[in-house]
């Protein structure tokens, strides 16, 4: 079997294939640089958190929710859980923080109702909204770049841009693949602590000494396997060498600086729009 | 594949010279005591174009010898090393595990602890990357190494959704892609079930086939190896060379002393010695059931087998029954499962199961990964609780409903026995852990002290009392955890793949236990996928696929089954094949050591 034949099923040039996949373009986020998608909005991060009015991130946050929706690629279902899950957390923040702002600075706003002997203030509604607004736009800039980008993208991106060591980026990718591991033998160890009887009744103080007892049993397990796993990768070469081959790249392109820019430029627009309409 | 130069120009593709090492076993001070060693001054070599099989009880240092070969032992795992290993004629001890990736590629026993990566084709083309090829080239490699283990249509899924086998020949494929010449596998098909062990053997038989590469195998499974293996290595307990030579010579010609070490000999070998035994005329020794097949069918005449147990002995083990219950009817079955239906996310697990295992029955589940057969027996013994909607169907064990019934009551009525003993163990200390489930059932302090006593003095844990129980070795881990289970004197002992990852002693030494207990009148449930352990102890068997019952009855009926075993991706146990082809019906039936004609070889018959 010849390389070029082989090459040719996989990939067509020859030259490193491109992180991710690419079907819909430059329309589809998945595309992007992933440090341009998680890194990219950090700016505008920084100057929501400075900001105190409710429009200017609520601008951002439906900005974000746009972006996800256009060019996210994401599943239905999951950006109807987004955008629910974004409603709600905003209501709850309204009422919680409203309910604790300090009522000495909200005195000369509308009392609107006392709820079980707490006074509920239109002034401190309107705090507790601005917070919440805020956190909701923060999370939604996270979620650019976390919903559209897999953990060994990303990985590939540090190592190849940021120049992060590959045996650290490769590592941690290891580690992920532990979670569902672990979560089964947890299953596993409270059915069989359960069977025999450990602490049962209910209460905080039995469940923490319950859980207690599954720290030992979990551990050991977790680190024999930790153990196996690097015996095995130092076996195929993991370490041999300072830099090893990126079969798959992560470039960064033209359209990456472009969407980067967009970044910086759709915050500062959101904010020039929020002043408009104040 | 022989190079045109002399044999003393090409070195070895592995060179072990007097190898002795010591571990490092950590001290609570941060240092470190040695253990002893294992292996002691053992010789190895493997030439290309050859399979080398390395045997001994456990405990010898076969994994350490193979750890060696690319020197994780003792750059990784900390040792002392005497000796000298050469791989290629490169000195390992002057090199690093990762850089000798090109010359010695590794496959371990747990296919799960060696995916690194989120894909298939990822997960091939890991080593050479590290090895900095081009991207071409970590192609081409990726391709012929999927294509050779068949793995090639499935390179865009995650390792996680491949069967056991499936994972393992990945692990394979990833060897094969360092271009490595020398293979180590170490107990690569310990932890797969009977069609997973073939699908890696098919692939190895394709290796060794090809020439070229030299394979060094670790493995307990004889009946699969023997027919790779050129050359055998044994050791003993001390870790020396207890004998070596052709793969024929060793297991045929020095069988008695291979079973007086504890290794496990191929079935159709074990068959042969006993036959030989009762006097009948075997000249030499069979290695495969192919080969027994020919033996019996030369034999001039064939004594009748012992007849084998009527089945189900139930009737001969029902004690504590009330004298009014052994009447005209038949007594209430211990164990009813009707109609269940156990969900676990979106897979159904177990399907619409209906079961009665009557009191005294031996009862062995059995089916390949993924079959529902844990599922079922977790349900059973309440160790498993599902959500009322994810469960249809009622359970009822010595009339609990395990899902409902305080743990207390439930100990009394049946004991599970994990497949990984450190899950159960809830305290620190090995008399505690044993008086544990007592105390919970609030029995008063002078019983338990005595049940405790007795239970440590059955199972030879009495010096190990006021030991934590996860220092304790794999063996006794095992026995401790069938202690807590019958401490308590449950009427059924439930036993999840017990022999799993275990040498031919330990799992003789659990079976042994299990007999006994039955014989006394427990009722076991076994979840296995080791035929030959199922056919030799079972009174029933129940083979389950994709959760569903496939067929119930006793093994010798149910084994003999090639339809249903292989629709429950399993394999027929390696005696049932060579007895299947004789034209004697009696002698059609034998799957089991203990039906043929013979009283004795105790110490070799598993």
């Known amino acids: 079997m010849t390389t070029a034949a082989v090459v040719d099923t996989v990939a067509p040039t020859g030259e490193p294939a491109t992180a991710g996949p690419r079907p819909g373009g430059l329309g589809d986020l998945r595309t992007y640089n992933p440090l341009v998608k998680i890194l990219g909005p950090v700016p505008v991060m920084v100057f929501l958190v400075t900001t105190r009015d409710v429009l200017t991130p609520a601008l951002v946050a439906l900005a974000a929710i746009a972006v996800l929706a256009v060019m996210g690629r994401l599943r239905p279902r999951v950006l109807v859980a987004v955008a629910l899950g974004a409603l709600a957390l905003c209501l709850v923040m309204t009422f919680s923080f409203g309910l604790l702002t300090d009522p000495a600075t909200v005195q000369d706003t509308t009392l609107l109702a006392t709820v079980g002997g707490f006074d509920v203030w239109s002034g401190a509604l309107a705090t507790g909204l601005a917070t919440a607004v805020r956190t909701v736009a923060l999370l939604m800039l996270v979620l650019l770049g976390g919903l559209t980008t897999s953990g060994a993208d990303f990985v590939r991106a540090l190592t190849q841009q940021a120049r992060l060591p590959y045996r650290i980026g490769y590592a941690a990718l290891a580690a992920l693949r532990f979670v569902p591991r672990f979560s089964h033998e947890l299953e596993v160890i409270r059915g069989a602590h359960r069977v025999r009887g450990v602490a049962p009744g209910r209460g905080p103080f039995a469940a923490v000494r319950r859980q207690a007892g599954y720290v030992v049993p979990l551990l050991a397990g977790g680190i024999r396997h930790a153990e196996r796993v690097s015996l095995a990768m130092d076996a195929r070469g993991f370490g041999a060498h300072p830099r090893r081959t990126d079969r798959v790249t992560a470039p960064f392109r033209v359209c990456d600086v472009v969407l980067l820019v967009s970044f910086w430029a759709g915050g500062a627009g959101c904010a020039v729009l929020a002043a408009l309409l104040r | ?606």
């Open chain 2, 1 to 606: 594949m022989r190079f045109a130069y002399p044999d003393s120009v090409t070195p070895p593709l592995l060179d072990v010279r007097s190898l002795r090492v010591r571990h490092h076993l950590p001290l609570d001070d941060g240092g470190h005591r040695l253990g002893a060693p294992a292996p002691d001054g053992v010789d190895v070599v493997v030439e290309p174009g050859e399979v080398v099989l390395l045997l001994g009880p456990s405990g010898c240092g076969k994994s350490t010898l193979a750890l060696a070969a690319n020197g994780l032992v003792p750059q990784v795992v900390g040792a002392d090393v005497g000796g000298s290993v050469h791989v290629g004629g490169q000195d390992v001890a002057r090199s690093r595990p990762p850089l000798l990736t090109a010359d010695v590629a590794m496959v371990f026993q747990d296919p799960d602890a060696q995916v690194v990566t989120g894909s298939v084709l990822d997960e091939v083309c890991f080593a050479p990357e590290n090895l900095c090829l081009p991207v071409a080239d970590v192609l081409a490699r990726a391709e012929t190494a999927l294509r050779q283990v068949g793995l090639w249509e499935r390179r865009e899924d995650d390792p996680a959704v491949l069967s056991g086998g499936g994972r393992q020949r990945l692990a394979l494929a990833c060897a094969l892609a360092t271009d490595a010449r020398l293979l180590v596998l170490d107990e690569p098909t310990a932890n797969l079930d009977p069609a997973g062990v073939e699908e890696v053997y098919a692939v190895l038989r394709s290796v060794a086939a090809a020439g070229g590469r030299g394979v060094l195998l670790v493995e307990h499974d004889l009946d699969a190896a023997v027919e790779i293996a050129d050359r055998v290595v044994v050791l003993d307990d001390a870790g020396h060379v207890a004998t070596t030579g052709p793969v024929r010579e060793v297991l045929a010609g020095r069988a008695e002393l291979l079973a007086e070490l504890g290794v496990w000999l191929p079935t159709a070998t074990l068959a042969a010695l006993r036959l030989r035994a009762a006097g009948v005329a075997v000249d030499r020794l069979p290695l495969t059931p192919a080969e027994l097949a020919t033996v019996l069918a030369g034999a001039p005449s064939l004594p009748a087998p012992s007849p084998p147990e009527p089945h189900p002995p139930a009737v001969l083990h029902r004690p504590q029954l009330p004298p009014s219950a052994a009447g005209d009817r038949p007594a209430p079955p211990v164990i009813t499962v009707e109609h269940l239906t156990v969900r676990r996310g979106a897979t159904t697990a177990v399907d619409d199961v209906s079961l009665a295992v009557d009191r005294g029955d031996f009862l062995a589940l059995v089916g390949g990964n993924g079959a529902g057969k844990t599922t079922l027996a977790q349900v059973v013994a309440g160790v498993l609780r599902p959500r009322r909607r994810a469960v249809t169907g009622t359970v009822r064990v010595a009339g609990l409903d395990p899902r409902r019934a305080d743990p207390a009551d439930l100990t009394t009525a049946v004991g599970f026995v994990f497949q990984n003993p450190e899950h159960q163990f809830v305290t620190g200390r090995v008399d505690d852990e044993l008086a544990h489930g007592l105390r919970v059932r609030g029995v008063p302090d002078a019983e338990v002290a005595a049940r405790v006593d007795d239970v440590l003095e059955r199972f030879g844990l009495a010096d190990l009392r006021d030991r934590h129980p996860f220092w304790l070795s794999g063996g006794q881990k095992r026995r401790l955890s069938v202690g807590t289970a019958i401490v308590c004197r449950p009427e059924v002992l439930v036993l999840d793949e017990p022999t799993y990852g275990q040498d031919r002693e330990r799992a003789v030494e659990l079976l042994d236990l299990l007999t006994t207990l039955h014989d006394g009148g427990t009722t076991v449930v076994v979840v296995s996928h080791d035929m030959q352990l199922v056919a030799e102890h079972a009174t029933r068997v129940v083979a389950l696929a994709d959760g569903r019952v496939l067929a119930d009855g006793p093994p010798a009926v149910v084994l003999g089954d090639d339809r249903v075993l292989a629709a429950a991706g399993l394999r027929t146990p390696p005696l049932a094949r060579a007895t299947r082809a004789l034209p004697d019906p009696a002698w059609r039936a034998v799957t089991r050591l203990a039906d043929l004609p013979a009283p004795g070889l105790a110490t070799v018959g598993a």
